[in-house]
């Protein structure tokens, strides 16, 4: 049985107002728009249109608008009073063939969020309802509903993540929402989420298997020698699970108890414990509670009837309380929850040996999901404040501020707070934050992180908590972040990543919440398997390892994994049987076990899925977890040389080796790794990962220490150190499979730091042409920069490097500007991209992939050499990174090791295996909006890439002579095409497809 059962009769007879959820129209039929205002998009000039309101039985809302003249979109808005909200809802009347509305929602912070919104295309009204909280909790797990096909956002926290209440609703419309020129809405509505209550449950204290005594234990108070006695297992009513206190003071002694310690569970307050009690020769037993305070109360004299049947005993704390007492508030009161029961027998309870049987052991309690008053917070009020340690430029008073120049970009600059005391459980950190940084993308921000530390001082857990980058005014934050067991103490962290400029921040405050989520039974899911990141070969057995440590033992009822397999849309594709967890023995953790073979008859090769798996948790909601993989052929880059295979690869540390594994398995053929050498002499070179990348039949890429003259200067590398130590890396690696060779990374500064970094990539530069003429040197990926032209730098390179993080456009945008460049300094070179990326965190995956493909795609379309999807993995031992900015970039989900492939791993291996060592033939764009990309290599097999930011046409797609072509779509999944006088039909949405012929 669970240990948390909602006590129903309370819930019956509580007020109606206390659960139900609030609902607004938002449509005022006596107010002028119905209280809503137009907008034309003046930002992008041109459109024109209005707004209409319509007073029928049911008010609606008409929104006009006319593209004829330009505009991107017109927008009808409702101001919110700041209400929190849970869901929203309304009736829309869109022409036929449109599939998706856009809205924006704007939350506490500020923070724009932009959604299109999946809709039917048959025209007509429709309703719609949007769980915004459900909506956002599942994109922060890595999973988002498929109710949303593309998500944007900007300003405010600018985190993706959703933060109450809501300011602003928006609906727009733009040319292709817009076909009959207009749109309608009709009952608009806002839930706001149930208000937080305190519940009575019922919680149960003998939720232990048969045999066992769960976390009973056996006091034999040793302090008073010469008792004898034990706890068993025993057998209750209704065949329940029972406990039995055997007692022998013949030899002596003063008692003997057995105890529960209830420490890891959020209780607001205890009403009543209550059992069952046997025996035949207990007429008495003494009661020991510790409370809240850790105020221990003790009582003797608790009636027993001993015949040797049972009888039920109610026992109430405050009544307890006002006897014996010591610890804690010290006052003889009761405070709050029970924490530590122990029964015990003594020489009153019997003159003979004895046992006592106690059964159905329970306690009424309340839980509250309200902030509790273990609490800190740091207003900065103007004082100096005491225990901050600062390093840099940081200043403590109103607020704390840090600030950092161009010049001064390696001063590290942070502060860290004294530490205070804290528990496990769930906490709401918050704190309001405000930025003027240079952020190219968002590595380069100011970062907010709680360290906690055990009784000892031990770090237990650094849990990053958001960063803030660019140019904000204050936005306010709020997190809810879960404390390990063992926490005592915490510290607040915050410091600048890469960046300068100044970093603010004000209120940080950390409040444990009573009591919701309840403490669980189990700590986690984890789920792995024997394929290499999970992806599996064509007629493995697709079988995986589960393991559930739990911090009590699971009821027999609750026993058991829940599961089913999704497609990337969430549909259910598998629902397999419930699979028994059994219980291991392993050394120091209670966990439980299970082996899922899964039924590959309905699975595609080259898919992506999802096995979702749930524990149940009584009548509590379930431990949920998911993990991705799919059954994938060897990649078929593995079949040419990796210089063929213009895509290379880099990784947050890329010493890792299971870096190298999972990159090879998508196809990757030119891996990076950090090579170096010594400053000092003899410059000793070292290149970790070479025994890898050989054994995976690879190539490599390597940077060098010019990257640290980017850093600090020549500070602590020297010209000499450079010409040697590269000359000496050479010599002792070049024949080892060098591919190419990486000056620096993300250059920053001005001036004299030009100069600088210039003169280091020259000494590298002239060391490698001197050592082998041969090898490829990559210049340094800075952004299309004059200066570093005026200063000489396309002198040493053979090939240009950028960034980018943005937008699709932005690559082509970016590679016009170096090739402008390019001419005028009669330097024209290739060009490649070590990262294209997407600043991914609070993004669906699909608009990951999504932008995966699309930057890739006219990357190589405009010309581009090699190119690097940033990035692969990082280690996520403790499971705490999901969701956060370092994590978000990843392609495989990392969360406790169990190495998984996301939608965007799927896509970036379809990427890579359709393009191969086919070259850029040429681009169409449709006047549908459609964008058509061909590809071919020698032999005319071809690859195409279509996608239509804006509409879902069906398109006319030549392909040659091909009787057949294989369409992939952006999940992996794929299907053949009968081709028709050279030409296929094809659906072509935002999300890409690929054609092979």
């Known amino acids: 049985m669970n240990r948390f059962t909602l006590f129903l009769l309370l819930i019956l007879l509580a007020p109606a107002s206390v659960f139900a959820q609030q609902s607004v129209d938002l449509i005022d039929s006596q107010a002028n728009l119905g209280g809503w205002t137009f907008d034309n998009g003046k930002e992008f000039p041109g459109a024109v249109g209005k707004l209409e309101l319509e007073k029928t039985n049911e008010p609606t809302l008409v929104l006009h608008g006319d593209f004829s003249k330009g505009g991107m979109y017109v927008q009808a808005a409702r101001k919110i009073d700041e209400l929190p909200i849970d869901t929203i809802s309304f009736e829309i009347k869109a022409p036929s063939g449109v599939d998706r509305v856009t809205t924006r929602l704007i939350d506490g912070t500020g923070q724009c969020h932009q959604l299109k919104i999946r809709l039917n295309d048959k025209g007509g009204w429709q309703k719609y309802t949007f769980p915004v909280a459900r909506y956002f909790k599942s994109v922060e797990s890595g999973a988002p509903l498929d109710i949303v096909t593309q998500y944007e956002k900007w300003s405010g926290a600018n985190d993706g993540r ?49 045999g066992q005594t769960g976390n009973w234990q056996y006091n034999n ?33 003063a008692y003997v108890g057995i105890r529960e310690n209830l420490n890891d569970l959020d209780i607001q307050e205890t ?8 025996s035949s020769e207990v007429k008495q037993f003494s009661l020991r509670l510790v409370d809240s305070s850790n105020q221990t109360h003790q009582r003797h004299g608790f009636e027993v009837t001993a015949d040797g049947a049972w009888h039920a005993i109610t026992l109430d704390p405050k009544k307890v309380a006002g006897g014996e007492h010591w610890g804690g508030a010290n006052d003889g009161q009761w405070h709050g929850a029970v924490k530590l029961i122990e029964i015990m027998l003594n020489p009153r309870s019997s003159k003979e040996p004895m046992q006592l049987d106690l059964a159905d052991i329970r306690m009424d309690a309340v839980v509250e999901a309200t902030p509790s008053s273990q609490s800190w917070r740091d207003d900065f009020d103007g004082k100096q404040q005491a225990g901050w340690t600062t390093e840099g430029d940081v200043s403590t008073d109103s607020q704390l501020t840090f600030r950092r120049t161009l010049e001064t970009l390696r001063q590290p600059t942070s502060a860290t707070s004294p530490g205070f005391a804290v528990r496990p459980g769930t906490w709401e950190v918050g704190f309001r934050w405000k930025s003027d940084l240079h952020s190219p993308d968002n590595s380069f921000h100011g970062a907010v992180r709680l360290k906690v530390m055990d009784q000892q001082g031990k770090l237990l857990a650094t849990l990053p908590v958001a960063i803030g980058c660019g140019q904000h005014d204050w936005s306010q934050v709020s997190r809810l972040v879960t404390l390990p067991q063992q926490a005592a103490s915490a510290q607040w962290e915050v410091r600048l990543n890469k960046t300068y400029g100044s970093f603010s921040v004000d209120d940080l405050s950390a409040t444990r919440l009573l009591v919701q989520p309840a403490a669980p039974r189990v700590e986690s899911i984890r789920i792995a398997s024997q394929a290499t990141g999970n992806l599996f070969y064509p007629g493995d057995d697709v079988e995986f390892q589960i393991r559930v440590p739990t911090a009590k033992p699971l009821s027999a009822e609750d026993s058991r994994l829940q599961l089913e397999v999704r497609d990337y849309r969430g549909n259910v594709v598998l629902q397999p049987d419930d699979v028994p967890l059994v219980e291991a023995h392993t050394k120091g953790q209670l966990q439980y076990e299970a082996k899922v073979r899964l039924d590959t008859t309905h699975l595609n090769v080259g898919q992506f899925y999802e096995l979702h798996a749930s524990v149940p948790e009584g009548e509590g909601d379930p431990t949920k977890e998911f993990s991705g993989f799919a059954i994938l052929p060897k990649a078929e880059s593995k079949q040419f040389q990796p210089e063929q295979i213009p895509f290379t690869i880099r990784n947050w540390d890329s010493r890792i080796p299971d870096y190298f594994y999972l990159a090879d398995r998508l196809g990757l053929r030119m891996m990076g790794v950090w090579g170096g050498w010594s400053n000092q002499p003899p410059y000793k070179p070292h290149l970790p990962g070479l025994e890898i990348v050989q054994k995976l039949d690879a190539k490599w890429v390597t940077g060098t220490p010019a990257s640290k003259v980017e850093d600090e200067g020549f500070k602590t590398v020297t010209e000499e150190s450079l010409r040697q130590g590269m000359t000496g890396f050479l010599e002792a690696y070049a024949d080892k499979g060098l591919a190419m060779i990486a000056l620096g990374n993300e250059p920053h500064g001005k001036g004299q730091v030009v100069l600088d970094n210039v003169r280091a990539y020259k000494a590298v530069y002239e060391a490698v042409k001197k050592f082998d003429p041969s090898i490829h040197v990559i210049g340094t990926s800075v952004e299309p920069n004059e200066e570093y032209f005026k200063a000489g730098y396309q002198n040493y390179l053979d090939s240009y490097d950028f960034h980018i993080y943005e937008h699709y456009t932005n690559v082509r945008r970016t590679m016009h500007e170096y090739r402008e460049l390019m001419k005028k300094y009669d330097a024209v070179k290739p060009i490649h991209s070590t990262e294209l990326g997407l600043n991914s965190q609070g993004q669906a995956r699909l608009t990951v992939a999504t932008e995966l493909i699309k930057k890739c795609t006219v990357f190589f379309a405009e010309g581009g050499a090699t190119v690097s999807w940033f990035t692969i993995m990082y280690p996520d031992k403790d499971g705490n990174a999901r969701g956060q900015f370092g994590d978000a970039h990843c392609v495989f989900d990392c969360k406790f090791n169990n190495y998984n492939p996301r939608l965007d791993a799927i896509a970036y291996y379809h990427m890579i295996n359709g393009l191969l060592d086919k070259k850029f033939v040429s681009e169409e764009q449709h006047p549908d909006g459609t964008q058509e990309f061909l590809f071919q290599d020698g032999q005319k097999r071809s690859l195409k890439v279509l996608w239509n930011d804006n509409a879902s046409p069906e398109v006319k797609v030549s392909v040659g002579g091909s009787p057949k072509v294989d369409l992939i779509r952006l999940d992996g999944n794929r299907e053949t095409i009968e081709a028709k006088e050279g030409a296929v039909t094809v659906e072509v949405a935002s999300e890409p497809v690929l054609l092979l012929y």
């Open 162 to 210: 959703w933060h109450q209440p809501l300011k602003l609703f928006v609906l727009l419309a733009g040319r292709e929402a817009l076909t009959d020129g207009t749109i309608s809405i009709r009952n608009v509505s806002l839930t706001s989420p149930p208000p937080k209550v305190a519940i009575a449950t019922t919680v149960h204290l003998d939720d232990f298997p048969a």
């Open 221 to 253: 108070g040793n302090e008073f020698p010469g008792a004898k006695g034990g706890l068993d297992s025993i057998v209750g009513p209704a065949d329940r699970p029972a406990l039995r206190l055997k007692a022998d003071f013949t030899g002596g002694g």
């Open 271 to 278: 009403k009543l414990i209550r059992m069952q009690a046997r």
